[in-house]
């Protein structure tokens, strides 16, 4: 959530801000802000509410703002309303130190009246105006320079922070540190770049370092030094991106979203062939051994949103293949609830990001219970891909559309492919079968991509009901699972009220809200469980409500009870999830597109909830 940039180098700053900034827009904000050095001169802050193109065009799109050093935010609002006032960058009272700021400090209004009872004033009502002259209270206080400053003030504050600050006595250099709140830092052809995701640094180096907890950086034309809070040095090693620019750019679709659907069958491709060598499952690489699978006794998959929508998922997959029993559980819940973990169980954390708060500190409670972990991670060098004993990296490469598509396709597949290898080795499938799924699982992409070339029946449904009011997803079983996934993604980004129900569920209650109109989208690709939930959407049609079904090719009896029907590609039905998903992600993205809303960036989302 928000966005961080900096830059020290030779060209100008703020249009590389502006830009990086644009980069990261899909975070979400509310306001956005800069403040840029030229040498010995004072620092020169810009703010706006709104959209960046606000700032922008407040800056001349940068050409206004003279200087070769700077940093930059988009401000999502935690402490203080959406305003210009409260937007970032934020200056001590003396412009000695500014600073931009991703997280919550939770003891900020402790620390507010201590600087109060100091001589400090307070413009904004923001908890990062707060750790900014906390800053300069510690700068002055002790006189002892900028690393150990921000060292104290780390040491002082409560919660999760990523910061980048400049110093007016340090014309040159951007001071970054980290806790819980994601930063990578850039180096390349003498210029330096901080940031909160690749994104926005990725059209000027491929080279990043990854900041660690607690851990504090001094950036200068093309050098970074590292620091632990004693104020040691640290080395670090940087690590190549192998996303080339122009994957993170829209490619010429209207949104990064549709482009990110039509990338699917490229990016669960490359998820399987990154573990299936010579036709056999090869996890070596994750760092599974034969004898840790042998010895798991139950598995907890721990995650949030639609990541935990695939542990649903994996669930009924891995239970059935693997015969072992899965609890799926929200990271939110799970952190709090004081879980009772099978000693030998293993724990498996799903994020894209790698940088979930709740995730993290779900994480963080397995290994301290001692419990081994698992991440399902795309993003490289993440925190739950350097903490978790074991990493499975997806392929999806970086996703910029706030609703995720092609990074939850493939968390499925890696939940398929375990699924799998830990059926060969407990030895629940015999060879013949294991080469069966394997196969299979093979075919997804291409079918995947005769859906896509199929797609424009679902926009003409999708244009006919984007004024819904209330939609229902039914489904039983891993149908449930992928009903759990269209909902969601048809609310997120087109504010319609839609809610996903077991299909056995609805007599309990829900069907008395079925009304005249009332749109059903029923899942079938279970064939033990179709007829079962056919009925329950006929008992719904009788009430008024509209049908649209969504079911395997040859099931054409269906189009005898539903209204409408959006057909899938058969393939083995513990993997249907895959292909069911994405006619639901089409009717969402159309249905929004429809309604004339930002698809990438709906209100009140962000990519990454990296704030508890």
């Not at 620390?111 to 002055?140: A, C, N, P, W």
């Not at 790698?354 to 219970?369: I, Q, R, V, W, Y």
Request: with cysteine.
């Amino acid at each position: 959530m928000c966005g961080i940039v900096g830059f020290s180098g030779k060209h100008q700053a703020a249009p590389v801000l502006l830009d990086g900034l644009e980069k990261l827009e899909y975070r979400g904000y509310d306001s956005a802000g800069i403040a840029v050095r030229d040498g010995e001169k004072e620092v020169v802050v810009v703010k706006a509410k709104g959209r960046l193109q606000v700032l922008k065009e407040k800056t001349d799109f940068g050409k206004a703002i003279k200087g070769s050093i700077g940093i930059g935010h988009t401000r999502w609002a935690t402490h203080g309303e959406p305003s210009e006032i409260n937007a970032h960058p934020h200056t001590s009272d003396d412009g000695n130190v500014t600073a931009v700021h991703n997280g919550i400090i939770e003891n900020y209004q402790e620390l507010k009246e201590k600087l109060i009872r100091k001589g400090y004033t307070f413009y904004s009502q923001t908890d990062t105006e707060v750790v900014t002259k906390l800053v300069d209270y510690y700068y002055k206080k002790y006189g002892m320079g900028p690393v150990d400053a921000i060292a104290k003030t780390m040491v002082r504050v409560r919660g999760s922070y990523a910061l980048a600050i400049m110093f007016k006595d340090h014309p040159g250099e951007i001071w970054a540190a980290r806790k819980d709140s994601p930063m990578i830092i850039g180096v390349a052809d003498g210029e330096s770049y901080v940031a909160s995701d690749v994104p926005a640094i990725l059209k000027y180096t491929r080279n990043v370092y990854y900041i660690g907890d607690l851990e504090i950086a001094k950036l200068s034309c093309g050098d970074v030094v590292f620091y632990n809070l004693d104020g040691d040095e640290v080395s670090k090693e940087s690590t190549e991106i192998t996303w080339d620019a122009e994957s993170a750019e829209k490619g010429g679709y209207e949104h990064f979203m549709m482009k990110e659907i039509h990338e699917q069958p490229k990016a669960i491709a490359d998820t399987i062939n990154s573990v299936v060598k010579d036709g056999k499952i090869d996890l070596s690489d994750v760092g599974l051994s034969d004898e840790d699978i042998k010895s798991i006794s139950q598995i907890y998959i721990v995650a949030c949103g639609s990541a935990y929508h695939t542990g649903v998922a994996s669930q009924y997959v891995i239970e059935d293949l693997a015969k072992i029993p899965v609890r799926v559980e929200l990271a939110s819940e799970f952190r709090y609830r004081k879980p009772l973990l099978d000693k030998n169980g293993l724990v498996i954390v799903v994020s894209q990001s790698g940088e979930t708060a709740d995730s993290k500190a779900a994480l963080n409670l397995a290994k301290e219970m001692g419990i081994k972990t698992l991440g399902i991670v795309n993003v490289v060098g993440s925190f739950i891909a350097r903490e978790a004993d074991s990493c499975f990296y997806t392929l999806a490469g970086p996703e910029i559309a706030v609703a995720t598509t092609k990074a939850y396709s493939c968390q499925l597949i890696a939940g398929y492919l375990l699924a799998v290898q830990f059926a060969k080795i407990r030895g629940t499938i015999n060879d013949e079968q294991y080469k069966y799924f394997i196969d299979e699982l093979k075919t997804i992409p291409n079918k995947i991509t005769k859906i896509l070339d199929d797609k424009e029946r679902l926009q003409w449904f999708a244009s006919k009901y984007a004024n819904a009011k209330d939609v229902f997803f039914i489904g039983r079983g891993i149908d449930y699972a992928v009903s759990m996934e269209g909902s969601l993604k048809l609310k997120e980004i087109s504010y319609i009220h839609s809610e996903a129900y077991a299909a056995g569920e609805l007599k309990h209650g829900t069907i008395s809200l079925i009304e005249d109109g009332t749109l059903v989208i029923g899942i079938l690709t279970q064939s033990d469980l179709y007829e079962k939930t056919v009925s329950n959407m006929v008992e719904c049609k009788s009430r008024g409500a509209y049908l649209c079904g969504l079911t395997f090719y040859g099931k054409y009896e269906i189009e005898d009870s539903c209204n409408f029907v959006t057909y899938v590609p058969r393939v083995d039905e513990h993997f249907a999830a895959s292909l069911a998903v994405v006619p639901l992600q089409l009717i969402g993205y159309y249905v929004s597109v429809a309604r004339g809303l930002d698809v990438d960036k709906p209100r009140n989302l962000a990519k990454s909830v990296t704030v508890e």
